[in-house]
């Protein structure tokens, strides 16, 4: 009975699993059925709208191309009509050119008519000149060219003195303006730089103790003091003035040689030729050096660079230098700092001016003196070491001995003249200074009309008397002219020399 019912549980379990192995085929195709309708009819409706895209884009597109079309097609138009309207623009344009050479034409005939009338007139005119020039030539009995020479000459007269009246206003309207300004940059130059007078010296004098140094200096038989000559080149004068040997010499480097050998030997106590000899030849090196050191303490003081060696040394020479009793050095130190204040008040380049004031005298040191003046010969130099054309020139032209090519040089010429001519600058020789008067009274009397000549001032005013009879008050003004130019061409003077020229009529009667 187990075993049956076993078996019948078996068939009732296989049978339920058939069933719902059934059942589940048949659920599972309906639902498979199912998907795949709803699937068909979703793929429909997608392909219906991929279809209604399509037309939308299709017509989108038709419409965009159909507006460019249109578009293209206004534009078509549009340039069409500016093409017409230029060719009816160059139509017209064409048709005023024709009517304008039409009566460019017209005017053409009309001036060619006019031409051949006023050649007419032109023709008549001129005869009837010539039948005038005849009867004025009967008349006044002279030819028309010597009618023009005579207009001609009268013309000449008038123009001649119309022409110094217009010179005379130009040259006194300078004179208010130019001068005016001149001396207010000269003045505020002078009044910036102060310095000493000097005094022209050929002795220098050398201070003992006591008078038994004397004797030794002389030593036995004079030998000392001719050794001590001979090696210096100066004369040594021992004479009765107390405590005081006096050294004599027209060249200052070697009097400043011979008192620091004298020195040197009196303070030693050794006096004898070939002492005299060694000390003699030790100070000239020492004083050398000394020119050196001084030629580069100059230039750094001035602040003028890149001198040549040499140059330095011949600035440092100055120091031993005068010129009419000025110190050559202070004087050059002065117009190099004259020159740069100058300079600078005219807005040029102060350190190109004071270079240039510093070397303007470079020639009075020369040691191989050459058949020169001294301004052509600092020029030589300084073209021999290097410097600037403007700086030889400034050198070369300021006192007037070559032309002037640069701006420096004037300014150079005028501060040369400022710290030269300042009261107590220079000394002149008495015999220098009448000559200079003499001659230049003698110039204004060579001159025709003049009936005295008078020089005041200390020669820096020239008074000329003219007679009244002899020139006229025109020409009184080119008297003055003249000699100022003669003055300045011919002599050399410092400063400016004013030349005044004076005509009086004098009418006399005795009453009795």
Known sequence: MPSVSLLVAILIGITALAAGAGFCYFVFRYTSMGLLKKAEQEAEIIKKNKIVEAKEKFIALKLEHDNQLRQDEQRKQQREQQLQQREQQLNSRQGELQRAQNELNQRGQQLEQQQKAIDFKRQEIERLH???????????????????????????????????????????????????????????TIQRVASETTAENAVSVFHIDNDEVKGRVIGREGRNIRALEAATGVEIIVDDTPEAITISGYDPIRREIARLSLHQLVQDGRIHPARIEEVVAKVTKQVEDEIIETGKRTTIDLGVHGLHP?????????????????????HSRETANLCAVMASELGLNPKRARRAGLLHDIGKVAENEEELAHAALGMKICEKYGEKPDICNAVGAHHDEIEMDTLIAPIVQACDAISGARPGAR????????????????????????????????????????????ISDKDTELLSFDLAKRIQDEMTYPGQIKVTVIREVRAINVAK
Not at 130 to 149: C, D, F, T, Y
């Open 427 to 470: 000394r002149e020789i008495v015999e220098t200074y009448v000559k200079r008067l003499n001659d230049l009274e003698n110039m204004a009397m060579s001159f025709p009309g003049v009936t005295k000549t008078y020089a005041l001032q200390a020669g820096r005013e020239l008074r000329v008397i003219v007679g009244a009879d002899k």
């Open 310 to 330: 040499e140059l330095i040394r011949l600035v440092g020479k100055m120091k031993y230098r005068s010129s009419y009793g000025q110190n050559l050095l202070q």
């Open 130 to 188: 010539k039948q005038a020039e005849q009867q004025l030539e009967k008349v006044s009995g002279i030819s028309a060219e010597e009618a023009k020479m005579q207009l001609v000459e009268a013309l000449k007269d008038e123009a001649k003195t119309n022409a110094m009246a217009y010179i005379n206003d130009i040259m006194e309207d300078a004179r208010l303006t130019a001068n005016k300004e001149a001396k207010k940059i000269v003045i505020r």
